[in-house]
């Protein structure tokens, strides 16, 4: 039989039960768009995490100062500098580092004219760019001078620079951090949400030797909060933790058994783990919403069943006029095959007008890809042939006398 | 002597049934020539349908031989038996069998989807034989909006749109009047005389059969009798009883 009488022929009993044809696309429909937003959901998820991944900074290190303990109380990380210039100094000459950060953030007010902003700077070295893989939009970075100087220089991230300067260049005008004078050398390009959800665009850099003599006051002396360790090549992570490991504990002389004053983490694990979750969440999500096209597949099944013992008689018929058992499978798996694909067809439009609704109204980035639109529509035709065939092969292998004889 | 257009040979149809087997038909020898009008009778359960069903390739016999144009129709597969349906033969049902949501014409026409014909071409036989049965104003109706007689004319017309040389048909009268009877039977005898078609038709009443002109009767499988049918003793009779 051609394809076009068979088209012909199921177009037509699609159409002459409306009702029931659209009941059984429905459980396709849902299946697919269910499929298509599941699919959506998870791609997004793991494009954002993706982003942060890659802001975050390649095969990175950070050294945080450590619990100390006070009196007998232990005091959480980071709250009690332990780590100073020197140590940094000492981990640059480590073999397989790229670079070093030292870096203090504080918060402070930061004035340009009439504006005021409340903001994190920190102080830092020029390495601080390389180590979190972040451009300038604008300027310069700081210079050996600026650091051996102790200048008054800044760079300003996005938020900042928005908010003191509206959308003007702030690079060689001068900005007032708690009170002193400080020159705009550079404006950071854009870097969106860290992990935390906080704005990374709205800081201040400014050199770690300024922020030790010139802000942030006499309590931290030469101490900084956290060393970023940038290794020369992800394999090199793991070795460069040791030694940083080693050395520190050497510089610290923290003595064997007893707790370490710092604490060496491997962001890049820690990223690759959030991305390794979201990517099984996303199988997950898919795989729940293949059950509903597996449900849906059922109701082809079904309701071809139906549509083969009600038209016994006109199988019996075709086949006394001469048609052929495999005319017969290739009439009802094609009505089958077609039902799931209107349904399919419907669903991705469904799917995706959901994808966009969602996005809008949450903000969310869920992402139709191309690929998830052909897994779709493979799995929704592979459904309909498969759960069309058993009906189909019913109907050819009928007697044709006893289909005549149906009533 | 050349090869009738169906001899059976010791014909024979067994059904296995739970209770027993049940012999449909036995011991089935007869001839049937081109251009013949038969008529079959019997009572019910005298294997005269079953003997429709298996000149009509829709069964095959259990022993014995049936040579359809001298080729055996026993050692032939579903798929060649279908084409021999599709190609050879037509049938017309009691209850006419029309697909209720396809028009007259397509009705008509559906013998020739499975012969591949394309749709022009099967539109064009389909009114040609819708003409010849007197339906041509009725192309585009579907089946319930046309009364009994109108349908089993359809149904003739479909039987013969792949130039079938056997039209097989069982009780084409028993749903319709008298009126309509005998339009269906001028029909066939048109046919027979007109296109040499070889008619066998199963019927119960005698003066349908006085239509035909060769009488077969049936009884518990085996045929009976084997008559030319005499017209006007046919006639006599029902006007006796």
């Not at chain 2, 081109?34 to 008529?39: L, M, P, S």
């Not at chain 2, 007689?149 to 040389?165: K, P, W, Y």
Request: proline fraction near 4%; hydrophobic fraction near 45%.
């Amino acid at each position: 039989m051609i394809y076009s009488e068979l088209l012909r022929e199921s177009w037509r009993a699609m159409r002459t039960n409306r009702m029931r044809t659209a009941l059984t696309m429905l459980g396709m429909l849902i299946g697919v768009a269910a499929v298509v937003a599941m699919l959506a959901v998870g791609n997004g998820a793991r494009a954002s995490v993706n982003a942060v991944i890659s802001s975050l900074g390649s095969n990175m290190l950070m050294v945080i100062s450590g619990a100390r303990t006070s009196g007998g109380l232990h005091v959480s990380s980071g709250s009690t500098p332990t780590l100073h210039l020197t140590d940094a100094d000492a981990i640059r000459g480590l073999p397989g580092v790229a670079a070093v950060a030292p870096s203090s953030p504080q918060a402070a007010q930061v004035v340009y004219g009439a504006n005021n902003w409340s903001t994190s700077v920190l102080g830092t070295s020029p390495d601080y760019l390389q180590i979190r893989d972040w451009p300038l939009a604008r300027g310069s970075n700081f210079s050996p001078s600026d650091m051996r100087g102790a200048a008054r220089v800044a760079i300003l991230g996005q938020t900042v620079a928005q908010n003191l300067f509206g959308g003007a260049d702030p690079v060689g005008h001068t900005i007032r951090i708690a009170r002193s004078p400080y020159q705009v050398i550079g404006l950071l390009a854009a870097k969106g949400q860290s992990f935390g959800g906080q704005d990374q665009d709205d800081t201040v850099l400014i050199p770690i030797t300024t922020a030790q003599r010139k802000l942030f006051g006499a309590q931290f002396g030469d101490t900084v909060r956290v060393i970023m360790v940038q290794a020369q090549g992800p394999e090199l992570l793991a070795p460069v933790q040791d030694e940083v490991d080693a050395l520190l504990t050497q510089r610290h002389h923290i003595a064997a058994g007893q707790d370490p004053d710092f604490n060496v983490r491997n962001l890049t694990e820690f990223a690759n783990a959030a991305a390794s979750t979201t990517r099984t969440m996303s199988l997950l999500l898919g795989l729940i919403a293949s059950i509903s096209l597996i449900v849906g597949g059922i109701g082809i099944m079904n309701i071809m069943l139906v549509s083969v013992t009600e038209r016994t008689r006109e199988v019996g018929l075709r086949m006394a006029v001469g048609a052929r058992p495999a005319d017969i499978l290739q009439q009802f798996l094609m009505e089958a095959v077609l039902v799931s694909f209107a349904g399919c067809l419907a669903g991705l439009l469904l799917g995706i007008a959901s994808v966009l609704v969602v996005n809008r109204l949450f903000t969310m980035h869920g992402l139709v890809t191309a690929g998830s639109v052909l897994i779709a529509v493979l799995v929704s035709v592979t459904v309909g042939t498969f759960f069309g065939f058993y009906p189909a092969r019913k109907a050819s292998r009928l007697e044709p006398i006893e289909a005549l004889r149906y009533q | 002597m050349s090869e009738p257009l169906i001899r059976t040979v010791h014909m024979g149809k067994r059904y296995a049934l739970p209770a027993g087997d049940l012999q449909a038909l036995a011991d089935v020898s007869v001839a049937i020539g081109e251009a013949e009008f038969i008529a079959i009778m019997g009572p019910s359960g005298s294997g005269k349908s079953t003997f429709m069903n298996v000149l009509g390739c829709l069964d095959v016999p259990s022993e014995g031989e049936y040579f359809l144009r001298g080729q055996s129709v026993r050692s032939m597969d579903v798929d060649q038996r279908a084409h021999l349906r599709n190609t050879l033969i037509g049938f017309v049902f009691q209850s006419y069998n029309l697909l209720p949501r396809l028009s007259a014409v397509e009705n008509i026409g559906l013998p020739l989807v499975y012969a591949g014909v394309g749709v022009r071409e099967r539109d064009r036989r389909s009114r040609e034989l819708l003409a010849q049965v007197g339906l041509d104003r009725y192309a585009g109706f579907l089946p319930p909006q046309l009364s009994g007689g109108q349908q089993q004319r359809v149904a003739i017309a479909r039987s013969l749109v792949n130039d079938a040389t056997l039209l097989l048909a069982d009780e084409p009268t028993g749903n319709l009047d008298s009126h309509s009877s005998d339009e269906i039977l001028a029909i066939f005898e048109r046919l027979n005389r007109e296109r040499r078609l070889t008619i066998v038709l199963v019927t119960h009443e005698p003066d349908v059969a006085a239509h035909a002109r060769r009488l077969i009767r049936f009884h518990d499988g085996r045929i009976v009798s084997d008559t030319p049918v005499d017209r006007a003793a046919t006639i006599q009779r029902t006007v006796v009883a």
